[in-house]
């Protein structure tokens, strides 16, 4: 089944360590997103990407990166520099403005 | 980046129809309104969207003022499983695929 998988559902790191949560769909969507959820708040834009090898900063996009060298791919690694990393963790994919914008069940990230 | 607005929670009773309003005063041409909702501790899951004329589907009915500075997502009978936060989003076309949440509505069914 087509779809957008991320994984893992929770994880658990200590602070100072860099994180990569990943994100994989396998609906030749072109444009990807990711998205930051802290309790009882919206969804904040931390990057976007339209293409390989091409990604945009959103909102809140300091201690974060993302790489995008695969279509189906597009990893987001919390860094040490992010003061506040503890949160629900999002990705997107879509094809355009037209259509849809399919999302994953989230990463839970909790750093102690 | 166009913003919306919408208020924070609304109560419907089960059954009967909930009408969610959202003001989009500075969109765009290229812009079109997506409404989605999300479930506790899930994804957000697509509802319906448009651009300009009014949309039905399985789900709801998205109605879209003429001069489209405002919308109103209709859930025609609402059950206890439509309990969720509701987002109007303005998805920027154009060269820049940008899609942006606000804060959402709070839907609460009453049973």
């Known amino acids: 089944d087509g779809g957008i998988t991320q994984s893992p559902k929770y994880l658990f790191r200590k602070e100072g360590q860099n994180v990569t949560l990943s994100c994989e769909q396998n609906?030749?969507?072109?444009?990807m997103y990711w998205y930051r959820q802290d309790p009882g708040q919206g969804l904040r834009l931390i990057y976007y990407s339209q293409i390989v090898n091409d990604f945009q900063k959103g909102d809140i996009a300091e201690g974060y990166s993302v790489s995008r060298e695969k279509k189906e791919s597009f990893p987001l690694t919390v860094t040490s520099a992010q003061k506040n990393p503890t949160a629900f963790y999002l990705c997107a994919s879509s094809t355009t403005v037209d259509t849809e914008a399919f999302f994953g069940q989230g990463t839970r990230l909790t750093v102690v | 980046d166009a913003k919306t607005t919408q208020p924070n929670s609304m109560e419907s009773n089960e059954e009967e129809p909930v009408h969610l309003p959202c003001n989009h005063s500075?969109?765009?041409?290229?812009?079109?309104i997506h409404w989605y909702r999300q479930l506790p501790s899930q994804g957000p899951e697509y509802v319906i969207h448009?651009?300009?004329s009014n949309v039905n589907n399985r789900m709801a009915s998205l109605a879209i003022a003429e001069d489209r500075k405002s919308s109103t997502l209709i859930l025609h009978r609402a059950t206890l499983r439509d309990a969720a936060v509701y987002y109007c989003i303005l998805y920027s076309g154009g060269s820049n695929y940008k899609l942006t949440f606000g804060k959402g509505t709070l839907l609460t069914v009453n049973p």
């Open positions: 609906l030749n969507h072109d444009a």
């Open positions: 500075t969109i765009s041409g290229t812009d079109y």
């Open positions: 448009g651009l300009t």
